[in-house]
């Protein structure tokens, strides 16, 4: 084994200098500076959350069956009724034999877990935990090169799955990765001085409005007319996906 070999060189300052194992600096290069060895921890990290999810969990007794129900409206082309009670529990009932939750969301949101409905209630939710994931970890991409916080973002993925709240979130197959990514790009945009990017991004929070206006309302009494524009061209957006979805009295249903 080499070791390191530390000294004064002839015609060279005091300062300790460090010579590096020819064969590290090989190794290290041929792997792109880390790069390779940290998209493979990540991988591997997220093979380990999925396999979890889908050991530990039923979907059939979490928030998911609501979101699976709702995505088999839309593929059997019951979208009109998607804000039926009555046609959703039918729907709750035949695909995933349980009956009473309500789903409340727009209409967008039915349409992120469509893909999922041409599968049974397991591959769809191990699906959904893999998008959830990768949501997860472009989130932290951004939230760490916004707040330039760890040198690697897996150390903040890695840290930011000892939090009870984002398993809890896995469990229940919800939709709080997108609000978080919402948060995690708006910041990464203040922080480059992309105001209307900023608006854009949390437009991606309007799958759970009631969380993302407030910080709407910050932006209008801050006088931040171009973020606040990104945020009205975002919702103009989302609004007609909602409408492309369900049709305009998806308003009334709503």
């Known amino acids: 084994m080499r070791e390191v070999v530390t000294g004064t060189q002839p015609g060279s300052s005091n300062n300790t200098e460090e010579q590096v194992s020819p064969g590290l600096e090989r190794y290290t290069h041929a792997f792109g500076g880390g790069k390779w060895l940290e998209i493979v921890a990540t991988g591997l990290l997220f093979l380990l959350v999925v396999a979890i999810c889908g050991r530990a969990f039923q979907p059939i007794r979490t928030d998911f069956r609501m979101f699976y129900s709702a995505a088999q409206m839309l593929r059997h082309g019951a979208v009109h009724s998607l804000y039926d009670l009555e046609a959703q529990h039918a729907f709750q009932r035949q695909y995933v ?55 690697h973002p897996l150390s903040l993925l890695a840290i930011t799955l000892l939090f009870v709240p984002v398993w809890l979130n896995l469990m229940q197959g919800q939709i709080v990765f997108f609000l978080l990514l919402a948060y995690s790009l708006a910041l990464y945009y203040m922080s480059q001085g992309r105001e209307f990017a900023v608006g ?26 171009r973020a606040v524009g990104g945020f009205m061209t975002g919702s103009a957006v989302f609004a007609a996906i909602c409408v492309a979805v369900a049709g305009w009295r998806f308003l009334i249903g709503f």
Request: with cysteine.
């Open 97 to 151: 034999h349980k009956v009473g939750l309500i789903f409340d969301y727009p209409a967008a949101t039915a349409l992120l877990y469509l893909p999922g409905a041409w599968l049974g209630v397991w591959p769809a939710y191990l699906l959904w935990t893999s998008v959830s994931l990768l949501v997860l970890v472009i989130a932290m991409f951004a939230l760490n090169a916004g707040l330039q916080g760890f040198e």
């Open 200 to 225: 854009c991004a949390l437009a991606i929070g309007l799958l759970k409005f009631h969380l993302m206006l407030p910080f709407v309302l910050v932006l209008l009494i801050r006088r931040r007319w």
